[in-house]
């Protein structure tokens, strides 16, 4: 695929573009330049870490047999190769950065797996229940690792203030998935939704500030523009958090790939719950009282349980501060954008993105 | 401290140098130069990673108290500057290398003692049993990135080859580990010695062999250089390990910092049990036998039962195999190094590294 096709359509062809179509064919055109790099690297790994991140990518099933693909969006890649474009810059001197990106955000999704004991990540089996803790922990490992090789061998002159970038990101990463381990060992009622949000920018919109930031270093640009990039990623991130915490409460299960209510199930302390929990109406009380922790002794929710949760948490304001505070995370995302790119034309297709994935009914 | 004074004594000081000493000089040399670079790197982690960090380290106590020293030897980053200094390069320069390459080997044992369950380290309770799992492996991961951050940002030239071959060999001790893990759960007659030594050299030597090859890299040595320093370190490293392995068995617990049998308790597959296993003896099905695995249901070990296991280990011929086996390896590590280094006073500061590992007596 020629470079110049991989260009958002401009002209008269955005108008095909409404609704999402257009994020869809980036992602569709992101995936297509970033998979084949993704897939080379993969094959460098020693064989048993390459049997277990194969299968992690959906590439391969347990027993080595090419499977359905199962891949993720590939959001991230999409950010840092629009980000190039952009900026000006030429997106396909940025592939292997974007696939450093995607490794890195697997290695997170590895490991948080384990931690979390969760055991589907798109509509699969994760690996740590497939591999064992160690199998899926080492392969974290190793595609972390990979990630900085990549980096390390890309002769780009953007390689390696972005290698110094994701590491700073990934330590980030870190910080907020060890915030959200101890916040859901908490109490309902000992957790700000202060505390969440910083946890979510940590955990989210870390990465995709960052995905953001790297396609502007490649593209060459001023630490202005690279800095408002990321928080362009940042607050489009957080926005994207706020949305997938209310599909996780009243989401369409054939959708989002996880059961009805399925946060509700394990009590997570998803922003609207909190939101729901800080809101001093009576649904808060209420809310603290169902919302003990709970274990797999507990059994699994009884009829109607997770039902009767959702509304109260709809009744205590928690989904409409969700969906509000969404909103302003992406006028402020819109803000970032602007300073960074301030052509509209330029920064159509990272909005579109961030627009998609904030959207989520696609 | 001055450069020159970092240099190893040459000449008549030499002489006083016998037995250890020079290397031990060498070690406390390394890590006052290489501790503070260390400790300003950990300072730069996110909160509680850091309180993780310092606490593994040996710097802090779990509730963020001052501890008495109890950090690693820092035989990693004084092979680096050795490297450095046998190659006619300024150590005072790969400071961070050097650091980098501790911060990854402290990454993979805060990650292996969550996999294999390991409570103590250096004498003090393994971190995971003190900030739990998701802690300990969240501290890991920010540890090996920040050992990349550190590259990435050093002006070095040999920054850049450095950090793909701490990539690389990242990736290799992730597939020794999982081999040791898959080798810990299979029956002990089906375990072959070669499957071990293979397994030793991924997660042992591959990191000794990585920290000479970064000193040579630093000191701008050519390609077949590097290479040579990268054998030199991983035939001494598997020497060390074989040793490490007999300690493990006959060691004495106040100099090994384990108790008396250690690994013969938790029927570890060490190389000198794997040995005695193959070795068509009497004792091999003797110990075929006794070497099932063993479960926190089975209780502590019984009066004596070590002890026995030990002497027939020992009768099998593993603890003889294993002081050959470590001799021929550290005659290869020395022939690699001669490749590297032909003058024997520039080698010396290396090969007394090396005898000291594998003496492991100071």
């Given amino acids: 695929m020629a470079p110049q096709q991989q260009g958002r359509p401009g002209g008269r062809d955005a108008e095909v573009a409404a609704d999402g179509q257009e994020a869809a ?8 330049q970033v998979d084949p790099e993704l897939r080379r690297a993969v094959e460098t790994l020693p064989t048993s870490l390459r049997r277990i991140a194969r299968y992690h990518f959906g590439w391969e099933q347990a027993d080595g047999a090419a499977a359905a693909e199962h891949a993720g969006k590939a959001i991230r890649p999409a950010l840092v190769l629009a980000a190039v474009r952009a900026l000006g810059g030429a997106p396909e001197l940025a592939v292997r950065a974007a696939a450093a990106v995607e490794l890195v955000h697997n290695f997170t999704l590895l490991h948080d797996d384990v931690m979390d004991r969760d055991t589907t990540r798109r509509h699969r089996p994760t690996a ?21 090789r990549l980096l390390a061998e890309d002769p780009h ?9 994701i590491a700073a990101c990934v330590m980030e990463l870190c910080e907020g998935q060890v915030a959200d381990v ?3 060992r908490r109490e309902p009622d000992q957790v700000t939704l202060d505390e969440c949000l910083v946890m979510a920018e940590a955990k989210t919109g870390a990465l995709l500030g960052c995905a953001c930031a790297v396609g502007g270093l490649y593209a060459g640009a001023g630490e202005e523009e690279v800095a408002a990039l990321d928080g362009f990623g940042r607050q489009a991130g957080l926005a994207f958090q706020l949305i997938d915490d209310v599909m996780g409460i009243w989401g369409d299960p054939a959708r989002t790939g996880k059961a009805a209510g399925a946060d509700l199930a394990v009590r997570k302390k998803s922003l609207p719950v909190v939101a729901a929990l800080a809101s001093g109406t009576p649904e808060a009380g209420e809310l603290a009282a169902l919302y003990g922790v709970v274990g797999p002794e507990d059994g699994p929710p009884k009829e109607g349980e997770l039902e009767a949760m959702a509304v109260v948490v709809e009744r205590a304001g928690g989904r409409d501060w969700a969906q509000l505070h969404a909103a302003d995370r992406m006028s402020r995302a819109v803000h970032q954008l602007s300073r960074a790119v301030p052509a509209p034309e330029a920064a159509d297709g990272l909005l ?11």
């Avoid at 740590?128 to 899926?136: E, I, K, L, Q, R």
């Fill in 25 to 32: 064919v980036i992602l569709a055109q992101a995936r297509a």
């Fill in 128 to 148: 740590w229940t497939v591999f064992g803790d160690a199998g899926a922990i080492l392969a974290g490992d190793a595609l972390q690792a990979l990630a900085q």
């Fill in 157 to 165: 002159p953007a390689a390696r203030p972005a290698a110094a970038r």
């Fill in 182 to 184: 101890a916040l859901e």
């Fill in 352 to 362: 579109s993105l961030a627009e998609f994935v904030t959207r989520r009914s696609h």
